[in-house]
């Protein structure tokens, strides 16, 4: 009897290298893929993308399994890249690592796994998936068990299709141990840094990287009540929340409270910005947002109240939802700090992520707000 086959998308990281580790132990047949996925000025420096298919092919051959390195370039620039540019141009913060998993880690890579032989294929995504009925039923997506890595919210676009041949071998294991199983076999990447960078894009200046794609269109830097207080390069530059970079000295009516991106005003080409953490303006209860996601492919019941993120690393938020006009509203019962337009609203229902929307609007402000108070108080 032949064993059953996973295609294992090999980054050349510690993680994918324990997962498919992990599957031949099982009694896997396992084959690895490298999947290349970005060409511009893919340099040592920026993407390292020779080095880790060096790195994958040596994990590979401590394994003992194949490795076949893919170019899936021309897909990410014309599924992922190209609506990144469009949502920065918006004034909007787009998260390109959402889209690149559902549009090439689980369907240009799925594809090509399957035509590959594939039973299954895997990651070394921190997640899990539940099959109830067992495969052919419906599959819930889980949060990794360890919380400090779960990367559900990556993963809320995925639909039934894609999540039916997907392993997660390592949603039930901490990372400690997953570098700790590294060390122990002999897997040459069980030190290496884990990734920080855009997806496939890698670690880089990133106001410098995004300068060579959209134009700088410099203008004024104002408090809520109107005063000029620095230049921003072009809005598409900054994103709500935003502390760094900002270049504005203190001010001495507050000299020590650091300055925060509050809002954009894209018809007078203004970047409101405030001083302080808590300021108010930078709060939201109420968050709205289009084009939901389902991954059990249907909504549930609704309203209904949920976990929720607006960001990845935070922990869930209670909120009530409801259907929009044009989508869905959330509203928190404590308000959220910097919900950003062309991020995503993610739901869970306890460990179950349901799926989830991208945040809509631009919470800018023009002028001083007859309360501050008010806004956050949505």
Same mark, same amino acid.
């Given at each position: 009897?032949?064993?059953?086959?996973?295609?294992?998308?090999?980054?050349? *990281?510690?993680?994918?290298?324990? %997962?498919?580790?992990?599957? @031949?132990?099982?009694?896997?047949?396992?084959?690895?893929?490298?999947? #290349?996925?970005?060409?511009?000025?893919?340099?040592?420096?920026?993407?390292?993308?020779?080095?880790?298919?060096?790195?994958?092919?040596?994990?590979?051959?401590?394994?003992?399994?194949?490795?076949?390195?893919?170019?899936?370039?021309?897909?990410?620039?014309?599924?992922?890249?190209?609506?990144?540019?469009?949502?920065?141009?918006?004034?909007?913060?787009?998260?390109?690592?959402?889209?690149?998993?559902?549009?090439? @880690?689980?369907?240009?890579?799925?594809?090509?796994?399957?035509?590959?032989?594939?039973?299954?294929?895997?990651?070394?995504?921190? %997640?899990?998936?539940?099959?109830?009925?067992?495969?052919?039923?419906?599959?819930?997506?889980?949060?990794?068990?360890?919380?400090? #890595?779960?990367?559900?919210?990556?993963?809320?676009?995925?639909?039934?299709?894609?999540?039916?041949?997907?392993?997660?071998?390592? *949603?039930?294991?901490?990372?400690?141990?997953?570098?700790?199983?590294?060390?122990?076999?002999?897997?040459?990447?069980?030190?290496? #840094?884990?990734?920080?960078?855009?997806?496939?894009?890698?670690?880089?200046?990133?106001?410098?990287?995004?300068?060579?794609?959209?134009?700088?269109?410099?203008?004024?830097?104002?408090?809520?009540?109107?005063?000029?207080?620095?230049?921003?390069?072009?809005?598409?530059?900054?994103?709500?929340?935003?502390?760094?970079?900002?270049?504005? !000295?203190?001010?001495?009516?507050?000299?020590?409270?650091?300055?925060?991106?509050?809002? #954009?005003?894209?018809?007078?080409?203004?970047?409101?910005?405030?001083?302080?953490?808590?300021?108010?303006?930078?709060?939201?209860?109420?968050?709205?947002?289009?084009?939901?996601?389902?991954?059990?492919?249907?909504?549930?019941?609704?309203?209904?109240?949920?976990?929720? @993120?607006?960001?990845?690393?935070?922990?869930?938020?209670?909120?009530?939802?409801?259907?929009?006009?044009?989508?869905?509203?959330?509203?928190?019962?404590?308000?959220?700090?910097?919900?950003?337009?062309?991020?995503?609203?993610?739901?869970?229902?306890?460990?179950?992520?349901?799926? !989830?929307?991208?945040?809509?609007?631009?919470?800018?402000?023009?002028?001083?707000?007859?309360?501050? %108070?008010?806004?956050?108080?949505?």
């Amino acid at each position: 009897m032949s064993r059953e086959r996973v295609v294992v998308g090999m980054s050349g *990281g510690v993680d994918s290298s324990v %997962a498919a580790w992990l599957l @031949k132990q099982q009694g896997y047949e396992v084959v690895g893929v490298f999947m #290349k996925n970005w060409e511009d000025d893919d340099t040592d420096e920026h993407c390292t993308s020779r080095a880790d298919l060096v790195d994958a092919a040596s994990v590979a051959d401590v394994i003992g399994i194949d490795l076949e390195a893919v170019n899936f370039a021309e897909a990410y620039r014309e599924r992922v890249f190209a609506h990144f540019l469009r949502e920065y141009r918006a004034g909007r913060t787009p998260n390109p690592d959402v889209l690149c998993n559902s549009e090439i @880690k689980f369907a240009a890579f799925l594809d090509h796994a399957l035509a590959l032989g594939a039973d299954w294929i895997a990651t070394g995504h921190y %997640a899990r998936a539940r099959r109830a009925q067992g495969r052919g039923g419906p599959v819930e997506l889980l949060k990794a068990l360890d919380a400090t #890595k779960d990367q559900t919210y990556f993963l809320h676009r995925l639909t039934q299709a894609q999540l039916a041949p997907v392993l997660f071998p390592l *949603g039930e294991l901490p990372k400690r141990e997953v570098r700790a199983i590294a060390k122990r076999e002999g897997i040459p990447t069980w030190a290496k #840094k884990d990734s920080t960078g855009i997806c496939f894009i890698g670690e880089r200046r990133f106001r410098e990287f995004l300068g060579r794609y959209l134009p700088r269109e410099p203008g004024p830097m104002a408090t809520p009540d109107g005063r000029t207080v620095g230049t921003h390069d072009g809005l598409a530059y900054y994103t709500l929340g935003q502390r760094q970079g900002l270049r504005i !000295g203190g001010r001495r009516d507050a000299a020590d409270a650091p300055w925060f991106v509050a809002g #954009k005003d894209l018809a007078r080409n203004t970047l409101t910005v405030v001083q302080g953490h808590d300021h108010p303006l930078l709060y939201r209860r109420e968050v709205d947002a289009i084009e939901p996601h389902w991954i059990a492919g249907e909504a549930p019941p609704l309203p209904a109240s949920f976990g929720a @993120k607006t960001r990845y690393r935070m922990p869930d938020a209670r909120c009530d939802v409801v259907q929009s006009d044009d989508g869905l509203r959330a509203t928190f019962d404590a308000p959220q700090w910097a919900p950003t337009p062309g991020q995503y609203l993610v739901l869970y229902d306890g460990e179950t992520c349901l799926g !989830g929307a991208v945040i809509a609007g631009a919470p800018g402000v023009r002028a001083a707000p007859a309360g501050a %108070a008010a806004i956050a108080a949505k």
